[in-house]
């Protein structure tokens, strides 16, 4: 067992800080600069049949300030420190790699940098002692043992709280601050009866505090998927409609965003080109929105690294692609506005929030009446592992090991071990329709999806 100590968040103040950072540029003689801050103070708990296995705690923060010098040249340096000498260091070293840097790539301010930005509900939750953490999760883990006689483990568990802040701001008068708390829970339970392979699965639940975890619900959900794995049977190889759950297919949306990311077009490594926008991506019932602002969205900004708000953004409607996801500078070579995904480091990157997935508006969503519970011949896919390693996301291939039931007469049986392969392009242009509501998860919005003719590959 191995134990930290945490601290406590810095306080920063936004106002004081940038006040501090004019006078030291000034003095330095720079004159144009900006500042991306993130700090928190995380305590996590991790317990191994009722004994503790991990209580850590940790104070991080991470300073990036950039400087521009009189040729229009960008340098950037990282820090932790935000006392005067440290932010004078930081200023200095930054002005001083401006020197170097690439004429070819040159950052500027987002023009949307000190527009209003939209309110967030985010009750500030205060963050509960460690045994707290500790009793909880033990008795979390006591529970789901309880649940079957074939629940032998629970390998994989957490519960962690979080206080962080972010800041941007820089020298033309932006001035961005949030802070958030949050905590989450995952169990990842083991079953495992006589004479068969050990079974797996688990939940995740996010709050804005301990006292709002669904603790019991997230007990209910690893207990309910661990049991269905149980009894398990090899399958043939074929091409099956596949159900995916609403965590499957957002994962499988989120491993090809480079499809909807302006970065990734204009570094050639994306499925999509420059003049994509307005072809037909996927069947004409589908809509992908990409909504930081959600409420469900736990650990949302309503601001991104370079100080632009967040918003509800259209990528797929109607089966169309709309928008791509841009920073500053992606979306000066479109000629656009940025759209507030952009992170702010030694090269700006660009990347999702958290996906709305669903039918467009005024469709019929496909095809009526899908209901797994009845299906004959048809995979539902759990969810997906390996996508790091089984996804080429320039080429739009996949071959993922999945979690899933092969149903037949109504009647789910769990898959011993296969994987599903395909093109996401073919993905979806093969949805058939969607069961049921739109399901939240950590990761987005979305309802199970049906999709036609994936190859699966088994044992059998």
């Known amino acids: 067992m191995s134990t930290t100590t945490a601290g406590t968040t810095l306080g920063l103040d936004a106002h004081a800080l940038s006040e501090q950072l004019s006078g030291l540029a000034q003095g330095l003689g720079i004159e144009r600069w900006d500042l991306g801050a993130a700090c928190s103070t995380d305590t996590s708990v991790q317990v191994d049949r009722g004994e503790a296995k991990q209580l850590k705690g940790a104070q991080r923060s991470a300073i990036t300030v950039r400087v521009w010098n009189g040729d229009g040249l960008v340098g950037i340096t990282s820090t932790s420190d935000l006392s005067p000498a440290g932010l004078a260091r930081a200023l200095s070293g930054a002005r001083d790699a401006s020197a170097y840097g690439n004429a070819d790539d040159i950052p500027a301010f987002s023009p949307l940098a000190t527009a209003p930005l939209e309110p967030l509900d985010q009750p500030l939750v205060e963050p509960r002692g460690i045994l707290e953490l500790l009793d909880t999760l033990r008795e979390a883990e006591r529970d789901l043992l309880g649940r079957h006689a074939a629940i032998t483990t629970v390998p994989y568990n957490g519960l962690a709280q979080r206080s962080s802040e972010r800041l941007y701001l820089n020298s033309a ?57 149980l009894d398990y049977a090899p399958i043939q190889t074929g091409h099956y409609t596949c159900i995916f759950s609403p965590e499957a297919f ?168 296969a994987t599903v392969a395909g093109d996401i392009r073919a993905v979806l242009k093969g949805i058939l329709g969607f069961e049921g509501e739109a399901k939240l998860t950590p990761d987005g919005l979305c309802p199970h999806v049906w999709v036609e003719g994936l190859s699966v590959t088994g044992d059998a």
């Open 250 to 417: 957002l994962d499988l949306i989120g491993a090809f965003s480079s499809l909807f990311n302006a970065r990734a077009v204009l570094d050639g490594v994306s499925l999509s080109n420059r003049d994509a926008l307005g072809s037909t991506l996927a069947v004409p019932f589908l809509s992908i929105h990409d909504n930081g602002l959600h409420p469900g969205n736990v650990g949302a900004s309503n601001f991104d690294g370079e100080g632009t708000p967040v918003r509800r953004l259209a990528l797929v409607e109607g089966g169309v692609l709309r928008h791509f996801l841009h920073s500053e500078a992606t979306a000066r070579a479109f000629g656009v506005e940025p759209t507030g995904h952009a992170g702010l480091g030694a090269k700006v990157s660009v990347g999702p929030h958290w996906f709305e997935v669903g039918p467009s508006a005024g469709s019929s969503g496909g095809a009526s009446g899908l209901d797994r519970h009845t299906a004959d011949g048809v995979v539902w896919i759990d969810s997906l592992s390996a996508l790091h390693a089984g996804v080429k996301a320039s080429q739009g291939s996949f071959s993922l090991p999945f979690d899933g039931w092969l149903i037949r007469n109504g009647e789910a049986r769990s898959i011993e071990a």
């Open 173 to 229: 008068g932006a001035c961005r601050e949030q802070k958030l708390t949050t905590a989450s829970l995952y169990l990842y339970a083991r079953g495992e009866e006589e004479g068969r392979k050990p079974r797996s699965s688990g939940a995740v639940r996010l709050a804005y505090g301990l006292q709002q975890l669904d603790v019991a619900g997230c007990i209910a959900e690893a207990a309910e998927r661990t049991i269905a794995h």
